[in-house]
């Protein structure tokens, strides 16, 4: 052949070398891929199994223990057993050598024949303890198989029962998740209450100093309502207290039933003793007696029992602990407190 031809011969077989190492690159590319694709789906696969195994983990401690109970059962019928089957193959033993004597003296004179029937008593005897034997084994393994039903049945018991505790677990959670959301309600509710109950007292009062808001409490001065060291309450102190009333009532009408409140009377003094003359004998006695009258004030207007509460604190939580007259008129106080019931 000519040098010419064969060297387009040549080249026309180059491209068919090309396309066979494409497509073989094209198939390993897939099946890469492929192999990539089975591994991210296995190790899915694996970490859904690594929850499931934690889970079974723990029932199986449960059932270890359940289970080394049986073995320790099933260990002391298989000692009882071997016990039995000792007696037996001793029993055989005997009735095997008792068969022999019974053999060679069937073979002597028949002045044996009381011998025999001595030897045949004996084996009758023997065979019994065997059938004796052989019904206690007979028995164990009864009891054995009736362990493992038992085991079986706790099994599937605690499957039930751990499939009814996330049923009930799911339930709490769903229970406490809408018992947060109503308590919410009721405390934002509530709130707006507070809001526009102070706002009405800061405009039946008139915005006074001695009369003002202290976070989420209504503070009136001791001296707008009582004397030093007593806990009658004077005349302007009442007329307040009057308006007071009037707020509470209106609020009384304006909050639904539902929502349970308590309007807290908190009762404080300063930290000078008292002096032992006096009616009362500690601070403590006179801020309780002064958060007393002011609860009995109201009721008396027609406030609602229930919605009142009386406190004292003495003088152990000031608004200022600075050791100056100011500070000591500023913790002396009956605080109002809107709260949940």
């Known amino acids: ?161 751990e499939q009814k505790d996330k049923e009930s677990q799911a339930q709490i959670a769903d229970l406490g998740r809408r018992l947060n959301v109503a308590l919410a309600q009721k405390v934002q509710e509530l709130s707006r209450y507070r809001s526009d109950f102070f706002g009405r007292l800061r405009e039946i009062l008139a915005d006074r100093p001695d009369i003002r808001v202290v976070g989420d409490r209504f503070v009136f001065q001791s001296e707008v309502l009582f004397a030093s060291g007593s806990d009658q309450i004077n005349g302007e102190g009442q007329v307040d207290l009057d308006k007071l009333a009037s707020a509470i009532l209106q609020l009384e009408k304006e909050i639904p039933p539902e929502i349970g409140w308590v309007l807290q009377v908190n009762g404080h003094t300063d930290s000078r003793p008292l002096s032992g003359s006096g009616r009362f004998r500690s601070n403590w006695e006179l801020s309780s007696a002064r958060a007393i009258a002011v609860v009995q004030f109201l009721i008396s207007k027609g406030v609602d029992p229930e919605h009142l509460a009386a406190a004292a604190f003495g003088e152990f939580q000031p608004l200022d602990t600075a050791d100056t007259d100011e500070a000591r008129a500023r913790n002396r106080r009956i605080e109002l407190k809107l709260t949940e019931r």
């Open 1 to 161: 052949m000519p040098r010419g031809r064969r060297r387009a011969a040549q080249l026309d077989q180059w491209p068919g070398y090309v396309d066979a190492l494409s497509t073989l690159l094209m198939v390993f590319v897939f099946l890469l891929s492929v192999f990539m694709l089975a591994q991210f789906l296995l190790s899915r696969e694996v970490s859904s199994k690594d929850t499931a195994l934690s889970r079974l983990n723990a029932q199986i401690a449960e059932l270890t223990q359940l289970l080394s109970m049986e073995r320790a059962a099933k260990g002391d019928a298989q000692d009882a057993l071997a016990q039995l089957q000792s007696s037996l193959d001793a029993a055989l033993a005997d009735r095997d050598r008792l068969q022999g004597l019974l053999n060679s003296a069937q073979g002597s004179s028949v002045g044996a024949g009381g011998q025999i029937t001595e030897l045949q008593g004996q084996l009758a005897k023997e065979q019994q303890v065997s059938r004796d034997a052989l019904a206690q084994v007979e028995l164990l393994n009864q009891q054995i198989s009736a362990l493992r039903r038992q085991i079986a049945a706790l099994e599937t018991a605690l499957g039930a029962s």
